[in-house]
C-alpha cells in the first residue's frame, strides 16, 4: 500500500506505510511517524529527543466485511525548548479514542439510516462507542447554541417517562430548533436558560407559553418586558378538561337511568372537532342527544366551539370584543364550570390579546414533543442524561434525529 492510498483510503496523512499483516480475519496495516516530522506536543519545538515508544492500534474503516486496524509505534518526546516529556499527538484520531477520524465520520454517515444498536452490530463494535461517537458530534453541533438572534420562543414541559420525570424545552419558532433543555418543571427548570439568555444580548420580543403561574412569573421576572402569549391549543385543551369534569359531574348527577346511558361514553365526542364526527358510527346523532338532555352541558359544548373563533378575529379590537361578549356570556350561563373559567381568561386578557401582535403558539414545540417520545422509545430511554438532551437539540434535522 502507498502513502497516497493510505490518505486516500483512511484519511491518514504524514505517516509512512511500513507493511500488512492478516490475523484472525483482521486486516492491520502497520504505519509509522517519520523521524522528521516529530514535533513537541506542547511548543510544537522541533527540537526534540526520542524517549521510546507505546504501540497502539487504532479500528479504521472496513474493507467490505473485513475489520480493518492501523498499528502505529507512537514516539515519546523529550523538547529541549520547553523541557517536557510527552508522547506525540496522533493525527488521524482523537485523543483518547480507539478508532480514526474516517471511522467516526463513516459511523456517522450509518447513524442517519441506521439505529445505534445497528451501526454497533454491522462495525463489530460496542453500542457505546457508537454513543459516544454520536455525542460528541452532537456536543460540537449543539452543545452550546447561539442565543443572540433569538427573537419569539415557546416554553413547554414534557412528561419522559414514569415517576413523573420531565424535561422542560424551549424552541427557537424561527429556526424550529431546541435551544435549552431543562431538567424538571416549573420556573426552577429554567434558571440555567435566564442565566445563558443574558449573557447572550438576545432581545427577545414574545414568548409562547400556557396559563402556568410558575412560567408567567419565570418570565416576567427575568424578561419583563417581553410580550407573554397564552398559547391558544393549551387554553382549548383547559377548557376540554373542565368539559370532561362537568360531563362526569352531570352523569353522576343524572337520576334518570336513560339520562345516564345517554351520558355515557360521550366524553370523546364532546372533545371532538364537530367537523370529524363519524356519521356512519352515528356520533353526531349520539352528541345531539347528550346535549338535548342535558342544558349545562349543551351550553359549555357551544360556548366551546365559540371560543374557538377567538383566534381568527380580524384584529386585536375585535377580538377584545368577542371575548368581552364570549366572557360575559359564560358569566350569564349559571354554570359554575363557565363562571369560572370566565374568571380565569379575564385574569389572562393581555396574553390571549397578545396573539394579534405575535401570531405564535406553542404548536411547534408539540411536534417536538412528539418526535422526542419517538426518540425515546427508539432507543428504549437513554442512560445518559446528557446524551438525549443533545439528541433533543439536534431534532430539528430529523434525519439524524430519529434514530438510536
Given at each position: 500500500?502507498?502513502?497516497?492510498?493510505?490518505?486516500?483510503?483512511?484519511?491518514?496523512?504524514?505517516?509512512?506505510?511500513?507493511?500488512?499483516?492478516?490475523?484472525?480475519?483482521?486486516?492491520?496495516?502497520?504505519?509509522?511517524?517519520?523521524?522528521?516530522?516529530?514535533?513537541?506536543?506542547?511548543?510544537?519545538?522541533?527540537?526534540?529527543?526520542?524517549?521510546?515508544?507505546?504501540?497502539?492500534?487504532?479500528?479504521?474503516?472496513?474493507?467490505?466485511?473485513?475489520?480493518?486496524?492501523v498499528r502505529l509505534a507512537i514516539p515519546r518526546v523529550e523538547c529541549r525548548s520547553c523541557g517536557v516529556?510527552?508522547?506525540?499527538?496522533?493525527?488521524?484520531?482523537?485523543?483518547?479514542?480507539?478508532?480514526?477520524?474516517?471511522?467516526?465520520?463513516?459511523?456517522?454517515?450509518?447513524?442517519?439510516?441506521?439505529?445505534?444498536?445497528?451501526?454497533?452490530?454491522?462495525?463489530?463494535?460496542?453500542?457505546?462507542?457508537?454513543?459516544?461517537?454520536?455525542?460528541?458530534?452532537?456536543?460540537?453541533?449543539?452543545?452550546?447554541?447561539?442565543?443572540?438572534?433569538?427573537?419569539?420562543?415557546?416554553?413547554?414541559?414534557?412528561?419522559?417517562?414514569?415517576?413523573?420525570?420531565?424535561?422542560?424545552?424551549?424552541?427557537?419558532?424561527?429556526?424550529?430548533?431546541?435551544?435549552?433543555?431543562?431538567?424538571?418543571?416549573?420556573?426552577?427548570?429554567?434558571?440555567?436558560?435566564?442565566?445563558?439568555?443574558?449573557?447572550?444580548?438576545?432581545?427577545?420580543?414574545?414568548?409562547?407559553?400556557?396559563?402556568?403561574?410558575?412560567?408567567?412569573?419565570?418570565?416576567?421576572?427575568?424578561?419583563?418586558?417581553?410580550?407573554?402569549?397564552?398559547?391558544?391549543?393549551?387554553?382549548?385543551?383547559?377548557?376540554?378538561?373542565?368539559?370532561?369534569?362537568?360531563?362526569?359531574?352531570?352523569?353522576?348527577?343524572?337520576?334518570?337511568?336513560?339520562?345516564?346511558?345517554?351520558?355515557?361514553?360521550?366524553?370523546?365526542?364532546?372533545?371532538?372537532?364537530?367537523?370529524?364526527?363519524?356519521?356512519?358510527?352515528?356520533?353526531?346523532?349520539?352528541?345531539?342527544?347528550?346535549?338535548?338532555?342535558?342544558?349545562?352541558?349543551?351550553?359549555?359544548?357551544?360556548?366551546?366551539?365559540?371560543?374557538?373563533?377567538?383566534?381568527?378575529?380580524?384584529?386585536?379590537?375585535?377580538?377584545?370584543?368577542?371575548?368581552?361578549?364570549?366572557?360575559?356570556?359564560?358569566?350569564?350561563?349559571?354554570?359554575?364550570?363557565?363562571?369560572?373559567?370566565?374568571?380565569?381568561?379575564?385574569?389572562?386578557?393581555?396574553?390571549?390579546?397578545?396573539?394579534?401582535?405575535?401570531?405564535?403558539?406553542?404548536?411547534?414545540?408539540?411536534?417536538?414533543?412528539?418526535?422526542?417520545?419517538?426518540?425515546?422509545?427508539?432507543?428504549?430511554?437513554?442512560?445518559?442524561?446528557?446524551?438525549?438532551?443533545?439528541?433533543?437539540?439536534?431534532?430539528?434535522?430529523?434525519?439524524?434525529?430519529?434514530?438510536?
Open positions: 500500500m502507498s502513502t497516497s492510498l493510505l490518505y486516500r483510503t483512511f484519511g491518514i496523512r504524514g505517516y509512512r506505510y511500513v507493511a500488512t499483516k492478516y490475523q484472525g480475519g483482521r486486516t492491520v496495516f502497520r504505519i509509522e511517524q517519520p523521524v522528521e516530522t516529530l514535533r513537541c506536543p506542547e511548543c510544537q519545538s522541533r527540537h526534540v529527543i526520542r524517549r521510546g515508544e507505546s504501540v497502539r492500534e487504532f479500528r479504521t474503516v472496513p474493507i467490505g466485511s473485513k475489520l480493518v486496524f516529556v510527552r508522547r506525540v499527538k496522533v493525527a488521524f484520531a482523537e485523543r483518547r479514542c480507539t478508532y480514526t477520524q474516517a471511522f467516526e465520520r463513516y459511523a456517522l454517515d450509518l447513524s442517519k439510516h441506521m439505529t445505534i444498536k445497528d451501526v454497533a452490530k454491522h462495525l463489530g463494535v460496542s453500542w457505546d462507542v457508537i454513543k459516544d461517537i454520536q455525542k460528541r458530534y452532537l456536543r460540537r453541533r449543539f452543545g452550546r447554541p447561539k442565543l443572540k438572534d433569538l427573537k419569539r420562543i415557546a416554553i413547554d414541559e414534557i412528561s419522559i417517562g414514569k415517576r413523573h420525570r420531565y424535561l422542560t424545552v424551549v424552541l427557537d419558532l424561527a429556526s424550529g430548533a431546541v435551544v435549552y433543555v431543562g431538567q424538571g418543571k416549573g420556573a426552577d427548570a429554567l434558571t440555567a436558560f435566564w442565566h445563558k439568555l443574558r449573557s447572550s444580548g438576545a432581545k427577545v420580543e414574545a414568548v409562547a407559553i400556557d396559563m402556568s403561574p410558575a412560567y408567567i412569573s419565570a418570565v416576567r421576572t427575568n424578561l419583563p418586558t417581553v410580550a407573554i402569549v397564552f398559547d391558544h391549543f393549551h387554553v382549548i385543551k383547559l377548557y376540554n378538561d373542565k368539559l370532561s369534569d362537568l360531563r362526569r359531574d352531570v352523569q353522576r348527577e343524572a337520576t334518570d337511568l336513560l339520562h345516564k346511558q345517554v351520558l355515557k361514553g360521550t366524553r370523546w365526542l364532546l372533545l371532538k372537532n364537530p367537523d370529524h364526527l363519524d356519521e356512519s358510527r352515528n356520533e353526531r346523532a349520539r352528541l345531539d342527544e347528550a346535549l338535548r338532555l342535558n342544558k349545562p352541558l349543551a351550553t359549555a359544548y357551544y360556548l366551546k366551539e365559540d371560543l374557538r373563533q377567538f383566534w381568527t378575529q380580524r384584529d386585536e379590537p375585535a377580538a377584545a370584543a368577542f371575548l368581552a361578549d364570549w366572557i360575559a356570556r359564560a358569566e350569564a350561563s349559571g354554570v359554575r364550570m363557565l363562571k369560572e373559567f370566565a374568571k380565569t381568561l379575564a385574569a389572562h386578557r393581555s396574553g390571549l390579546l397578545a396573539y394579534y401582535h405575535h401570531p405564535i403558539s406553542t404548536g411547534p414545540l408539540e411536534g417536538t414533543n412528539t418526535k422526542i417520545k419517538l426518540l425515546q422509545r427508539q432507543a428504549y430511554g437513554f442512560r445518559d442524561p446528557e446524551f438525549f438532551k443533545l439528541k433533543i437539540k439536534g431534532l430539528h434535522e430529523t434525519k439524524y434525529a430519529l434514530v438510536g
